[in-house]
């Protein structure tokens, strides 16, 4: 079992950054490989970005490659999710999520329970 906790998130201005932080907790959770998702309203949960236990990162498209960065912090079981430039449609739940391999946050077996990120205008 691993324990995932979200914290970083708030209400910023368009163009603004924001830093997310996720810290697993449980059983070796550095074996696992960590992601981001977000679920906007009304939308479906949409992957964002993982990486793996060696810091293998792979990032849903290349736009958001250049406005978010993901990093880990084995000694600390933290991954963070430095989002710089947000936008309004940015503006969405995120959640953090744990899988032994990449492939395998296609279905994350566990999840956070999410922080709020807001973008106003």
């Known amino acids: 079992q691993v324990r995932l906790v979200e914290s970083g998130g708030g209400s910023v201005q368009a163009g603004g950054s924001l830093r997310l932080s996720c810290e697993a907790s449980?059983?070796?959770?550095?074996?696992?490989?960590l992601g981001w998702f977000r679920q906007a309203p009304g939308k479906e949960r949409q992957f964002v970005v993982g990486?793996?236990?060696?810091?293998?990162?792979?990032y849903y498209s290349d736009s958001l490659k250049g406005r978010f960065t993901i990093s880990r912090d084995s000694t600390k079981n933290t991954v963070y999710l430095q989002m710089n430039n947000l936008q309004l449609d940015d503006t969405a739940v995120y959640y953090c999520?744990?899988?032994?391999?990449?492939?395998?946050?296609?279905?994350?077996?566990?999840w956070g329970q999410g922080a709020q990120v807001t973008v106003s205008s």
């Open positions: 999520a744990a899988a032994l391999t990449m492939q395998g946050l296609r279905q994350p077996q566990f």
């Open positions: 449980g059983r070796t959770p550095s074996r696992y490989t």
């Open positions: 990486i793996t236990s060696t810091g293998g990162t792979h």
